[in-house]
């Protein structure tokens, strides 16, 4: 399998064993190996540059020390003029039936069928 997708064995091996992390070139060169279809290939390719991305971010910030990570996520906020929040939420069971959500949910913009007046 090694010669088949152009490395050491011993390279491999370390992948395998979660030793080494994977190059996106490793990627490609092992599915190339296996001879994977394009379109999962094109898939974990594109997992391996995320990874390989995410690596070098945590890299950048151990490099870099969170303390001046923080001052330059300050300097950007200090410059921001609308700054939106996603905070997802998950509704319990309960308050999704219809006899237990409130008769105007904030969440509907239509007051139709509302019992009472917005």
């Given at each position: 399998m090694a010669r088949r997708a152009s490395m050491s064995a011993g390279k491999l091996s370390k992948i395998e064993n979660g030793r080494v992390r994977?190059?996106?070139?490793?990627?490609?060169?092992v599915l190339s190996a296996l001879g994977v279809s394009q379109e999962v290939k094109d898939e974990f390719l594109a997992t391996a540059r995320a990874e390989a991305a995410?690596?070098?971010a945590l890299r950048l910030l151990r490099r870099m020390g969170s303390w001046n990570h923080q001052k330059t996520i300050r300097a950007i906020e200090a410059n921001t003029t609308t700054l939106r929040l996603f905070q997802g939420?998950?509704?319990?069971?309960l308050l999704q039936t219809s006899s237990a959500a409130p008769p105007c949910s904030p969440c509907h913009r239509s007051t139709a069928g509302c019992r009472t007046s917005p």
């Open positions: 994977p190059t996106v070139q490793d990627v490609d060169l995410e690596a070098t939420q998950l509704i319990p069971g």
